[in-house]
């Protein structure tokens, strides 16, 4: 990719995402991989542990890579958590990018909108289940007519 060979590495956040916001985007949405890529930078990842299987040459060609394109390719020893469709894109938690404090600054930021649309939308489905309960309490005993 071009962009790699014309300019360095981003950082986009000086603070990394908090260890409380790591620790539940892991929970909910990581699974583990030995390949990443993360959508906010571009930056790819490769665990290369024997316990990984990998086409013929793609180990070698991703050192390659690295050593061609520093900061771009990074090699780890540990199986990457990876977050799937985090707010419509796919990282690699700990990228050095910090690209995800930026979702956890936004959920920050809107707390008390957020807060307030989950008690709308329980007390609307608390509703809900007060009419059903009053259905379902109507038609027992239907069976007997």
Request: proline share 5%; hydrophobic share 30%; with cysteine.
């Amino acid at each position: 990719m071009k962009r790699y060979k014309t300019k360095p590495p981003e950082i986009l956040y000086e603070n990394p995402p908090s260890e409380e916001f790591n620790r539940a985007i892991e929970s909910f949405f990581c699974h583990g991989s030995c390949r990443g890529h993360c959508d906010i930078c571009g930056r790819e990842f490769l665990n290369d542990d024997k316990f990984w299987s990998f086409d013929e040459n793609e180990v070698e060609e991703f050192k390659k890579n690295a050593k061609k394109y520093p900061g771009w390719y990074i090699i780890t020893d540990y199986s990457l958590p990876i977050a799937d469709n985090l707010f419509g894109v796919t990282t690699v938690v700990g990228c050095p990018c910090n690209g995800i404090r930026k979702f956890e600054e936004i959920l920050w930021h809107y707390r008390s909108l957020i807060a307030r649309y989950f008690e709308g939308r329980l007390q609307a489905q608390e509703e809900s289940v007060k009419q059903n309960r009053k259905i379902v309490e109507q038609c027992k005993g239907i069976d007997k007519i």
